[in-house]
């Protein structure tokens, strides 16, 4: 019913910068919170920013001041800036929306498929 499609990731030195996208298709009648999350190997799935519709942006520690999520309703797609890539920051990075959809009108959570982010030293 919904599809999110990631795409941005890449290898970049430290110091760089990298900007992510996550576009949302199918039945969409609207979208309440959407956020990226990253999972390093080894290590659980967490947070790193989420915005939820009228609202302000909800960051981790850290990666607060360096990097900046926001969203463009019109298209349905969340973007994450991230600005002064560190080696710690190399993960795979998902998106999430939770996402009214279907027949019935029911909200429902959606995941991408991830996109590698490569940090090197």
């Known amino acids: 019913q919904v599809q999110l499609v990631e795409s941005g990731g890449g290898l970049v030195q430290a110091g760089g910068s990298l900007r992510l996208s996550c576009a949302a298709s199918?039945?969409?009648?609207?979208?309440?919170?959407m956020g990226w999350y990253r999972q390093a190997p080894g290590k659980q799935r967490e947070l790193v920013a989420d915005?939820?519709?009228?609202?302000?942006?909800n960051y981790a520690d850290s990666v607060k001041d360096r990097f900046t999520i926001s969203r463009d309703n019109a298209k349905n797609t969340v973007y994450l800036q991230m600005n002064s890539l560190k080696p710690e920051d190399t993960a795979v990075y998902y998106c999430?929306?939770?996402?009214?959809?279907?027949?019935?009108?029911?909200?429902?959570?959606?995941w991408g498929q991830g996109t590698q982010v490569t940090v090197s030293s």
């Open positions: 915005i939820i519709s009228g609202t302000s942006a």
């Open positions: 199918g039945i969409i009648f609207s979208i309440n919170a």
């Open positions: 999430k929306a939770t996402v009214l959809t279907g027949p019935f009108k029911s909200w429902g959570q959606y």
